[in-house]
C-alpha cells in the first residue's frame, strides 16, 4: 500500500480520489464502516479510495501530559486500511499550523487543492478546523461549491451502546481482552522491535522478549494469554507480564512475553503481541521459588486457552 504524506504533494495517479477521513485509531467497527463506505463509493466510480489519518492525534497536541492512550501505530493502521482494501493511506500530520486553521480553509486547502478529492466520507460526529469548529454539514456546504462532495457514515452499536475507542480502552484498563476483541474484530495488539533486557527470565528458565510499550494505551497490569507474530509469518503461544514487575528491583515498565516451546534469536525484529485472556494481576512474590511456581501454573492456563488458535 502507498503511504503518502500531506507534506508532499499527492502523486496524479492518486487525485480525484474518494478520501475516508478520521482518526481511526483501533480500527473498530465503527471505522471500518466509514472506510468501506469510501471504497464502496470509490470502486462504483472508478476512483481510487484513500484513508486519512492524523498522526499525531489531535488530542497528543493539545494535551501533551496526557498518559499514552494509542490503540495502533501507523504501521499497524496501514496493514488493516490495506486489508480492507483501499489504495492508500493519507498521513496528516496534525501540528499547531494545521491546527490553526478554520475550517473551511482546511477544506479548500487540503480536500481540494492539495488532494483534488471528489469525494470524502466521514463519521457523523467527526470534527474538525480550529476550536473544533468544522462539521459533517459543513463539510457537505463547503465542498458543494468546490466540486467536493461527501457521506456520512452513522455509529455503529451493539446492545451496549455505540463502539468507540474509548469503549474499547475502558476494557483494555480492565482487562478484558474478549470485549476489546469483539468490538476491534481482532485482538489488541502491540507492535515493536525486540530489545535486550537484564535477561533474569532466562536465568528461571523463561526466556522473555521485551518490549517497550511506547505510545500505546496500557492494558491492565497482569499476565495474559498472548500470540506472537513474527515478521516471517509464523505465529508463536506465550504468556506475557505487562507492567512493572514488582518483585524485581528496580521496577521496570515492560511487556515481557515468554514464548512456548521457542529459542531463536529475536533481538531487532519487529514482533506483534496479541492480547487474548487475561490470568491474573501483576504480584509481588516473596522468593524466586514462589514466582516460577506461579509462572508454571501461568503458562499451563495460557497453553490451554490458546490451544485452539493456529
Known amino acids: ?35 468501506g463506505e469510501a471504497i464502496a ?13 492524523f498522526d499525531p492525534h489531535p488530542m497528543r ?7 499514552p492512550f494509542r490503540l495502533t501505530t501507523l504501521e499497524q493502521r496501514q496493514d488493516l486500511f490495506a486489508a480492507a482494501g483501499a489504495d492508500a493511506m493519507l498521513v496528516l500530520h496534525f501540528d499547531a499550523a494545521m491546527a490553526a486553521m478554520n ?25 474538525f478546523g480550529r476550536a473544533r469548529s468544522g462539521s459533517p ?12 462532495s461527501s457521506r456520512t457514515v452513522g455509529p455503529v452499536s451493539d446492545a451496549e451502546g455505540t463502539i468507540s475507542s474509548t469503549r474499547i480502552r475502558e476494557a483494555l484498563r480492565a482487562g478484558d481482552c474478549q470485549t476489546a476483541a469483539r468490538l476491534l474484530t481482532r485482538p489488541f495488539a502491540i507492535r515493536g522491535p525486540v530489545r535486550h533486557g537484564d535477561k533474569v527470565g532466562r536465568t528461571i528458565g523463561y526466556p522473555t522478549a521485551n518490549f517497550d510499550m511506547a505510545t500505546y494505551l496500557r492494558p491492565r497490569y497482569g499476565i495474559y494469554a498472548v500470540t506472537g507474530r513474527l515478521p516471517d509469518g509464523r505465529l508463536l503461544h506465550g504468556a506475557a507480564n505487562v507492567g512493572i514487575r514488582p518483585t524485581f528491583d ?12 521457542f529459542a531463536e534469536d529475536l533481538y531487532g525484529q519487529d514482533v506483534e503481541i496479541a492480547f487474548h485472556h487475561f490470568l491474573r494481576p501483576e504480584a509481588k512474590f516473596d522468593s524466586l521459588d514462589a514466582l ?8 499451563l492456563r495460557a497453553r490451554e486457552l490458546l490451544a485452539a488458535i493456529t
Open 250 to 261: 528496580p521496577p521496570t515498565e515492560l511487556l515481557e512475553p515468554h514464548f512456548f516451546d
Open 61 to 67: 497536541l493539545f494535551r501533551p501530559d496526557i498518559a
Open 292 to 299: 516460577i511456581e506461579q509462572m508454571d501454573r501461568d503458562c
Open 137 to 148: 454539514q459543513m463539510l457537505r456546504e463547503v465542498g458543494a461549491g468546490q466540486g467536493l
Open 1 to 35: 500500500m502507498i503511504r503518502l504524506d500531506n507534506r508532499q504533494p499527492i502523486p496524479e495517479s492518486l487525485r480525484g480520489a474518494v478520501l475516508a477521513l478520521g482518526n481511526f485509531d483501533g480500527f473498530h467497527q465503527g471505522h471500518q464502516a466509514v472506510v
Open 41 to 53: 463509493w470509490a470502486r462504483s466510480i472508478g476512483r481510487p479510495a484513500i484513508v486519512a489519518t
Open 103 to 127: 475550517a473551511s480553509e482546511w477544506v479548500a486547502a487540503m480536500l481540494v487543492r492539495h488532494l483534488g478529492a471528489i469525494g470524502v466520507v466521514t463519521g457523523e460526529d467527526f470534527t
